[in-house]
C-alpha cells in the first residue's frame, strides 16, 4: 500500500518513518500498533488541483489543515484510484465530506493529539501578552532595561472565559485553575468536566464580563466569524483575546478596527484565516502582501505565531501514530473510530460533530 503524504514538513517524514519503521520491526507503539507495512511517498507541497495528479499510484492521501479537498480534487484523486484521505489534524474545514461521501472515499482524521500541547501554548501566548516578555525580551537585548510599557495583571482572580469546553478548553481549565482564575466557559453542549472549575453562561454574559478570551473551536458555519464588531463590543474594554484553534473564528477587519479604538486590549493569535498561502513556509525574503496580517503585525500588543500549539514531540508522535492507525482501518476494512464517512455505506457520520460547533 502506498500513502502519499502532502504539505511534508522534516518533522512529518520524520516521526511518521519513525513509527512505521517501530510497527514494521514489531515495536508496539504508545497508543496500539500499526500492523501493515505502508510505503510513504512524501511531497513537501500543498495538495490542490495543481499538484493532484501527483497522487496517481498511491492508495492513499496523508493532508494536512492547508490542503484543499474541495469536490474537484477529491474526484480527482477519485480518478487516479485513490480511495482513502487521511488527516493528521482534527480539523476537517477543508475536506468536502459530501463529495467524499458521493465518491465512496474513505475519510479520518486524528481527532485528539496531546490536548494539553495546545492548551499549555494557549496559556503561554496569554501570559506572554499580559505580562509583555515579548517585548521585554527584545528590549535587554539592546541594553534596555526600562520597565516603563511592560506593566502586566496579575492572574489571580481575574476572569476567564473559555469558549469551547472539548478536551483543549477542559485543559486549558485545569490549568487557570492553578493560577487562582475565576472560569466562565460557553459551549451549546455543556461539558459537564468544566463544572469543577467554572460554570456555563452565555457567550454575551462570558464577553462582558471576562479579562482575558481564549477561543477552543472548530471551524463550522456556526462558528466562523463568531468573534465580529457586535461580540468584540460586548466584550469588556482592555479585555484580551487569544485563538490557537481555527483562523476563520476571527474577523480580522474588526479586531483590527477593536485594537485601533483600544477597546481590545491585546490579541494573541497562532492561527490566521488566511494562513494558507503563508503558514509552515519561509516567506522572510518576500514581500508579504497580505495587507490586514501586516496591518496586525504593527501592533505592539498582537502576538501571531505560525499555528505551533500543536507542536510537541508527543503531539507528533500521536499523529503519526493514529494516522498510520487509521490507514491500517482502511487497509483490513476494520470499521474506524476516527472516520468522517461511516465505512461501508459510507453514510456521513459528521451529523453529530456539526451539531456541536464549539468543541475541539
Same mark, same amino acid.
Given at each position: ?69 474541495? +469536490?474537484? &480534487?477529491?474526484? /480527482? ?7 482513502? $484521505?487521511? *488527516?493528521? !489534524? ?108 467554572? +460554570?456555563? &453562561?452565555?457567550? /454575551? ?7 482575558? $478570551?481564549? *477561543?477552543? !473551536? ?122 468522517? $464517512? ?19
Amino acid at each position: 500500500m502506498k500513502l502519499a503524504v502532502f504539505s511534508a514538513k522534516p518533522y512529518d517524514k520524520l516521526f511518521l518513518t519513525r513509527v512505521q519503521t517501530a510497527a514494521d520491526e514489531g515495536a508496539t507503539t504508545s497508543s496500539g500498533q500499526v500492523h501493515h507495512h505502508v510505503e510513504l511517498i512524501f511531497h513537501e507541497f500543498s495538495l490542490s488541483l495543481d499538484t493532484v495528479a501527483l497522487a496517481k499510484g498511491a492508495d492513499a492521501v496523508c493532508v494536512f489543515v492547508n490542503d484543499v479537498l474541495d +469536490e474537484h &480534487v477529491l474526484t /480527482e484523486l477519485h480518478t487516479l484510484g485513490v480511495h482513502a $484521505v487521511l *488527516l493528521r !489534524c482534527a480539523g476537517y474545514n477543508n475536506v468536502d465530506l459530501k463529495a467524499a461521501d458521493r465518491l465512496g472515499l474513505f475519510v479520518a482524521n486524528v481527532p485528539s493529539y496531546s490536548p494539553e500541547a495546545v492548551a499549555e501554548f494557549a496559556m503561554a501566548l496569554l501570559q506572554t501578552l499580559n505580562r509583555n516578555t515579548h517585548r521585554a525580551y527584545n528590549r535587554v537585548r539592546e541594553g534596555n532595561f526600562s520597565l516603563d510599557g511592560l506593566l502586566g495583571k496579575t492572574m489571580r482572580g481575574k476572569t476567564v472565559g473559555i469558549v469551547g469546553t472539548g478536551k483543549i478548553g477542559i485543559a486549558l481549565a485545569r490549568i487557570l485553575n492553578g493560577f487562582g482564575c475565576r472560569m466562565l466557559a460557553y459551549d451549546p453542549y455543556p461539558n459537564s468536566l468544566f463544572e469543577t472549575y467554572g +460554570e456555563f &453562561v452565555p457567550l /454575551e454574559a462570558l464577553l462582558e464580563q471576562s479579562d482575558f $478570551v481564549s *477561543l477552543h !473551536c472548530p471551524l463550522t458555519d456556526g462558528t466562523r466569524h463568531i468573534i465580529n464588531e457586535k461580540t468584540l463590543q460586548q466584550m469588556k474594554k482592555g479585555a484580551m483575546l487569544v485563538n490557537t484553534s481555527r483562523g476563520g473564528l476571527i474577523h480580522t477587519k474588526s479586531v483590527i478596527a477593536a485594537l485601533k479604538s483600544r477597546h481590545l486590549g491585546g490579541l494573541a493569535l497562532d492561527v490566521y484565516e488566511a494562513e494558507g498561502q503563508l503558514f509552515y513556509a519561509d516567506h522572510s525574503d518576500e514581500i508579504i502582501e497580505d495587507d490586514e496580517l501586516m496591518r496586525l503585525m504593527t501592533f505592539p500588543n498582537v502576538l501571531v505565531c505560525g499555528h505551533q500549539a500543536f507542536f510537541t514531540e508527543e503531539a507528533l508522535t500521536e499523529i503519526a501514530e493514529c494516522t498510520l492507525r487509521n490507514m491500517d482501518d482502511f487497509i483490513r476494512r476494520n470499521p474506524c473510530k476516527n472516520s468522517l $464517512v461511516e465505512s461501508g455505506n459510507h453514510k456521513l457520520v459528521l451529523s453529530k460533530r456539526a451539531s456541536i460547533p464549539v468543541r475541539i
